[in-house]
């Protein structure tokens, strides 16, 4: 099968990016977010990269900086770099109040309130969840979210919701329908539907 080379390329950009943004986060994770490039070698190979973490670093210096300094190579973010984390930041905090209500309405249609975090992470892209929501999001609110691991295996971690929000437990199509004081639309088809088939002989 002959290869698309406009797709080969979109696909190479693409992973150029996802590891260049894992690359950032772990230099922001880092003591005065800068990171020793041999650090970051140690990183390749779970980035699925090859080769030496320098050469790759260099090739991108409107991301990374890197300098030699105590008898080695470092690496920090550049000043353009750090100015779209701080946006990707201010976005995140904007985002945060719609990431509580749908993950509380997920947890809400759960059998016990409770959700496994491995599922849950297996569609947190679809859902737009940060990657680090875990860390970073849910100890802000204890009072709504508790993670559980009664096995101590990763596998069974799991979100329990504290806070049962009425508000959230109806529906966009009946909340509209109950200002108007009439019942959701679909309900009321579904129901002639059913009387319609109920009266065949």
Request: with cysteine; proline share 5%.
């Amino acid at each position: 099968m002959k290869k698309d080379p406009d797709l080969e390329s979109a696909l190479s950009r693409n992973h150029r990016w996802i590891v260049n943004n894992q690359i950032k986060n772990v230099i922001l994770r880092c003591p005065n977010q800068v990171a020793p490039v041999k650090h970051l070698q140690k990183k390749f190979k779970t980035l699925d990269l090859q080769g030496k973490a320098l050469n790759w670093l260099k090739k991108y210096p409107c991301c990374f900086e890197v300098y030699f300094e105590n008898d080695e190579y470092n690496c920090r973010l550049t000043k353009r770099m750090m100015h779209l984390v701080e946006e990707e930041e201010s976005v995140k905090d904007m985002q945060e109040p719609l990431f509580i209500q749908k993950l509380t309405k997920l947890i809400m249609m759960s059998m016990n309130q409770r959700l496994n975090v491995m599922k849950l992470n297996e569609l947190k892209h679809s859902f737009g969840f940060p990657d680090d929501y875990i860390i970073r999001i849910l100890p802000k609110y204890p009072d709504m979210f508790r993670l559980i691991n009664n096995s101590w295996r990763k596998s069974s971690m799991e979100i329990e919701l504290l806070a049962w929000s009425p508000d959230l437990a109806v529906s966009s199509v009946e909340a509209s329908a109950q200002k108007q004081g009439l019942e959701p639309s679909s309900w009321v088809k579904s129901w002639q539907r059913f009387q319609e088939f109920n009266a065949i002989p």
